[in-house]
Nanobody, 115 residues
Framework: HVQLVESGGGSVQAGGSLRLSCVAS????????MGWFRQTPGEEREGVAA????????YYADSVKGRFTISQDNAKNTLYLQMNSLKTEDTAVYYC?????????WGQGTQVTVS
């Protein structure tokens, strides 16, 4: 049974930073492509960043390139999203997921509000 638990969201002023964490159980972040997604009310969920250990690659949405960094701690089986230079348009609920093009397990989400 895959369980993903996000934390680290909150309220921050524009230009500030937050680091999201996603503790995984039932799945190894070292062995699977993992992604961060976000969603605002009335909008579709969009991919923000992904990390694929099989190819040692990371992927970012154009809107966050240069500001967000995805990483993982294999020993802690945890996925991270470092978010810098936050903008008001980054306000959303952020989810971590197993997968990227096709995500089949999701966390409950953590709210990020940038004002």
């Amino acid at each position: 049974h895959v369980q993903l638990v996000e934390s680290g969201g909150g309220s921050v002023q524009a230009g500030g930073s937050l680091r999201l964490s996603c503790v995984a159980s039932g799945v190894s972040v070292a062995a699977n492509c993992m992604g961060w997604f976000r969603q605002t009310p009335g909008e579709e969920r969009e991919g923000v960043a992904a990390i694929d250990p099989a190819y040692n690659r990371t992927y970012y949405a154009d809107s966050v390139k240069g500001r967000f960094t995805i990483s993982q701690d294999n020993a802690k089986n945890t996925l991270y999203l470092q978010m810098n230079s936050l903008k008001t348009e980054d306000t959303a609920v952020y989810y971590c997921a197993k997968g990227w093009v096709v995500a089949d397990s999701w966390g409950q989400g953590t709210q990020v509000t940038v004002s």
